[in-house]
Every structure is written in structure tokens, then in C-alpha cells.
């Protein structure tokens, strides 16, 4: 049995606020909170200690919302149909996410999200007891505190080939490599956030020190000093 249910909300006209509420969007940064909005009368928020699922845009991007919440038109909210703890729904987010793969080329989950396969809580509790919880995270702006005052007047335009060798990444199954393990080798993926890191496992294809850009969304740029694995669509910069 499914143990999430899953539930569509009616979009409002809603307005901004540093002092609001947080408003979840199809996107995959920040825990998928594009804003903070003011609360509307006679409207609850959607209640805390459920999931948010992207069903178009970043498709299947899946967060877990610690806070009452609004959200956007095509976002899914899963919410337990048994006692979950914060950890047993954190693991559901990743499971429905490294589906992703399933909806590239612009496909939608909105008629889809409820057919996509799970494990059962008793599974899930199981793999809770077995890891130990992380945070690794990058800084996605390393140089934030450095006040840097560059003479920019005698730069003049190159071609990226001029100072790089560019290759694409061996490509590595999600899936493939939870097989292999958490580890410490970085999985890089084509997102905008976190370094294009998406998780971490016991393996990887290529060598560190080099820059990834993701060749599919928007070309974010990123330096890899550590030994690391790939998606589709990320290229190689190597001096």
C-alpha cells in the first residue's frame, strides 16, 4: 500500500512578505521556496510535515516543508497516511526524485505521480536505521566575503577551446550508483544549486580539479576539486 497520499490545492492570488509564510514553486532551489507571501484570509495554509513534488518545470524536484505553506499550480503535496518521522519522509523525497530520469523532454507527472514505485514504511524505517544523516554542503558562492577589485579595462573576448579541452562526463545512473553506496565522490548533475551536486556515493568516473557546465538548462559553471561522477549533459573543462 501507497503509504503517501497525494492532493492538488486551488491557486490564489498571493503577495510578497520578509515576514510571510513560505511559497513553494516548481523550482529546485531552496527547498523549492521562491518567496515568502502575507496569509489570506479565510484560507489555511497547507499544513507542515508533508512533501512538495515539481509535476512540470523541474519535474519531480521533491522537498520536505517543515512550516505551513502555500504553494504554486503544479505542485503535488504528498502527505502521510501513517506516523512518519522527519527522517522516513526525508527518504520518500529522494526515492521520488531519483525518478526524475523517467520525465525528461519536457513531460509532465500530473497524471503520472501516483504510478511511480516506492518501498513500504517497514522498508523505509529500515534504511532510516541504517545511514547516518549529513549535511554536506557547498557554498555555492565561495568568494562572497573576498573584495575583489579587478582592472577589467585591458581584458579582451577568447573562445572557451583557447584555454580549455572540453569533453563530455561518462555518464552515471542514479540509480546505479545508490547501488554502489554513500560515499564521498560528488554526483554531479545539470542543476543551478549546490555546485551542481546532487548527492554523494562510494564511486566516480572522473578526475578533479577541472570546471562542469551543464550543457542542458542554463550553462551554470562550477569548480570540482574532488574526484567525482556525472549525469547526462555535464561537460568537462580541463586545462
Known amino acids: 500500500m501507497n503509504p503517501l497520499s497525494q492532493m492538488y490545492v ?41 512533501l512538495t513534488v515539481a509535476l512540470s518545470g523541474s519535474v519531480l524536484e521533491t522537498f520536505y516543508q517543515k512550516e505551513e505553506y502555500y504553494t504554486a499550480y503544479h505542485v503535488g503535496i504528498l502527505y502521510p497516511k501513517e506516523k512518519m518521522t522527519e527522517k522516513e519522509m526525508l527518504i520518500y523525497s529522494v526515492f521520488i526524485r531519483s525518478n526524475s530520469f523517467r520525465y525528461s523532454f519536457g513531460r ?36 562572497k566575503t573576498l573584495n575583489l577589485k579587478l582592472n577589467t579595462s585591458n581584458w579582451r573576448w577568447i573562445k572557451i577551446p583557447d584555454i580549455f579541452h572540453i569533453k563530455g562526463s561518462t555518464t552515471s545512473s542514479y540509480i546505479y550508483l545508490k547501488e554502489k553506496g554513500q560515499g564521498k565522490f560528488p554526483y554531479i548533475t545539470t542543476r543551478a544549486t549546490n555546485n551542481g551536486v546532487r548527492d554523494f556515493f562510494n564511486h566516480y568516473t572522473e578526475k578533479g580539479n ?17 574526484d567525482f561522477s556525472a549525469s547526462d549533459h555535464v561537460e568537462i573543462f580541463r586545462t
Open 108 to 143: 509532465q507527472a500530473n497524471k503520472t505521480l501516483s504510478d511511480i514505485f516506492i518501498p513500504d514504511l517497514e522498508e523505509v524505517s529500515k534504511i532510516c536505521d541504517s545511514i547516518k544523516f549529513t549535511s554536506k554542503i557547498i557554498d555555492k558562492h565561495p568568494f
Open 10 to 50: 486551488k491557486v490564489f492570488h498571493v503577495t510578497s512578505s520578509k515576514s510571510g509564510i513560505p511559497f513553494i514553486s516548481r523550482t529546485e532551489k531552496n527547498n523549492g521556496v521562491s518567496s515568502k507571501v502575507e496569509l489570506l484570509e479565510n484560507v489555511n495554509p497547507i499544513k507542515n510535515h508533508t
Open 210 to 226: 577541472v570546471l562542469t557546465i551543464d550543457s542542458a538548462v542554463v550553462g551554470y559553471c562550477s569548480f570540482q576539486n574532488l
